[in-house]
């Protein structure tokens, strides 16, 4: 009989170990704040951090824009000069430009003056070691000396180089602009001069990127002999090398010497012929 009690005692302590075990699981199954593997699976996945993430997701590499090309054509001169005659057909002007051209004269007369100046600095030196009575009258003589050099040495670099006018036939790009400097001038019925209103030179810039180009809209057309134009010259990126010795002080005047003639990309009127009595 004790043999019984004892078995059925034993029976009972096993299973509420089993139960009480079997409870304990599901509960860890259940309770993802005390099971770390269940709080991965409970947690919802956040987005790589970049900082930590040794692959983070790249942007896309932007679209190039179709519309911003790099130009082979380079701006190289501005020159202003007198237009001569314009084909139209062939779209191409003739412009008289100021060429800088030595003057041997002034070149000579300018070296003597500073030679005399390279003199007039060595009496000055040498004076203070002169007598007392010969000092104050060498000291001002060499200084007189030094200032008549200095005087002329300004003059003859001021006209050392002389405008020699040259003529140049100017061929245009294909997308060549023509620019006024002033509106085209606007009359009313009676014809009396009228003035433009902010609105309408604001419409006479030009749209886009033409509105940013100084002076107004052009034509080809408005192109005439006498005018005073300054002209965009552009030259191809494959014939500016090689490099060219310089042939005149002028930047400019460089250009429309160089081999390799640039080409027009903008024309801007700066001035009209005067009309007789004028």
């Known amino acids: 009989m004790r043999s019984l009690l004892r078995g059925a005692a034993l029976f009972g302590v096993l299973a509420v170990f089993v139960v009480s075990s079997y409870g304990q699981d599901v509960k860890k199954d259940a309770d993802p704040k005390k099971d770390p593997e269940a709080k991965k699976d409970a947690e919802p996945k956040k987005d790589a ?36 005659n314009v084909n139209e057909e062939k779209r191409t002007l003739r412009l008289k430009v100021g060429i800088p051209k030595l003057n041997q004269g002034e070149a000579n007369a300018l070296g003597e003056a500073q030679v005399r100046l390279a003199q007039g600095n060595v009496e000055l030196q040498q004076a203070v070691f002169k007598p007392i009575q010969q000092r104050a009258q060498a000291i001002q003589d060499a200084q007189r000396k030094i200032l008549q050099a200095q005087i002329d ?11 020699e006018d040259r003529e ?111």
């Open 153 to 163: 040495m300004a003059q003859h670099k001021a006209r050392l180089y002389q405008n």
């Open 168 to 278: 140049f036939d100017i061929s245009t790009s294909e997308e060549v602009k023509v620019r006024l400097a002033e509106p085209p001038l606007k009359f009313d019925d009676k014809g009396k001069k009228v003035k433009y209103t902010e609105k309408e030179k604001k419409e006479l810039k030009g749209q886009g990127a033409d509105a940013k180009l100084p002076g107004y809209m052009g034509e080809f057309s408005d192109l005439r002999s006498n005018q005073v134009v300054t002209v965009t010259l552009v030259m191809h990126k494959s014939a500016l090398k090689p490099k060219l010795p310089p042939k005149t002080k002028d930047p400019d005047a460089e250009w429309l010497l160089h081999d390799n003639k640039p080409q027009a990309s903008m024309i801007i009127v700066l001035g009209e012929p005067k009309l007789p009595g004028q």
């Open 49 to 84: 951090d970049p900082k930590k993430d040794p692959e983070p997701k790249k942007d896309p590499i932007p679209k190039k824009d179709p519309e911003k090309k790099n130009s082979d054509w380079v701006k190289v001169a501005s020159p202003t000069g007198t237009i001569i």
